[in-house]
């Protein structure tokens, strides 16, 4: 059986140009912001039954822990946006 031709591949140079690269998310606003709706909502839920249900606002009745649960919940749509 005859020998085959070896193909001869050619040599990879890569380009020489170098560009960095800056990476930066310009969203340093999202950490205090999550964390502070986590801790309002925390709170305000503390409060609630630390109070006996005095306070935040009385007139909501057992709708507090509703507004409490919203600013984490708005703390966890907050933090969809960090990078």
Known sequence: MPKSRLRKKSDYTPPTTATAVKISSGRTWVAPVMLALFLIG???IVTYYVTSASYPVRAWGNWNILV?????????GVSTQWK
Request: net charge neutral; aromatic share 34%; no cysteine.
């Open 42 to 44: 925390l709170a305000w």
């Open 68 to 76: 409490g649960f919203g600013f984490i919940a708005g703390g966890f």
